[in-house]
């Protein structure tokens, strides 16, 4: 038997409503809706069930964007996206890895739900035009210019130095290294002076409801991190594509995601919303 359309191409249906979402549980759900709305076709008069199921998903996520828009206004603290553990092979594909990272979709929080349905459609998956248009409900020209708007609202806001994965598995090691031993001298040292922490408890556990800027505050509040639980580990992990890590205390599980720029952490993302905290385990399967 051929496998069903919706099976092969579950993978990419993900990734494509997580980067709209930034939200596994929510990109989870609009599969399944999708799944159901998939099952009432006539498969046999669909040409090119991709794109077809490109559009559906595309179309879910919207509803969905538009509803937890909404909820994020009222959301107790900073929202960031929910990690997700990947597998080292993520980092092989460039742009793939770059369109899961943390920054990125930090980046794709600050723009209108079309316009960051069109830009994900357009700038990761490379979608035509055409394909965007009717999967958004516009005109492939008006596509064209919100492809356009989006692109430079993301050019001004991402990190602006790509840097190797090996130079990332560098500072991402000495930087747990040091928060095992709370050395504030080497904290202070790889963190570039102008450094911000973004942290996200939703309101549920222990996290800075504003972001923390500057070395000179950041490193002593992580310089403690060892202290005020009996138990804390770290482990480095792959999350969204980069080298990165996992802390617990007292086995209670965050993420950490680090943005590097010239050797030095420029941006610390950490992720303590237990709900938040579910996809650590299993590497999530991406694709595009």
Known sequence: MTEDPFVTHRSLLFTVSYEMLGSAADAEDVLQESWLRWAGVDHARVRDPRAYLVRLVTRQSLNRLRTLSRSREQYVGEWLPEPLLTSPDVAEDVELAESVSMAMLTVLETLGPTERAVFVLREVFELPYGEIAEA???SAAAVRQIARRAREHVAARRPRVRVSRSEQQAV???FLSALRTGRLGELMEIMAPDVVMIADGGGLVAAALTPVRGADLVAP???RAN????????????????PAGRLDFDGEPSAVSLVVENGRITRIYVVRNPRKLTRLDEPAELAR
């Open 227 to 242: 202290r005020v639980v009996d138990a804390f580990e770290t482990t480095a992990v792959w999350l969204n594509g980069a």
């Open 172 to 174: 991402v090691e000495r």
């Open 221 to 223: 509040l992580l310089a």
């Open 136 to 138: 958004v409900g516009k």
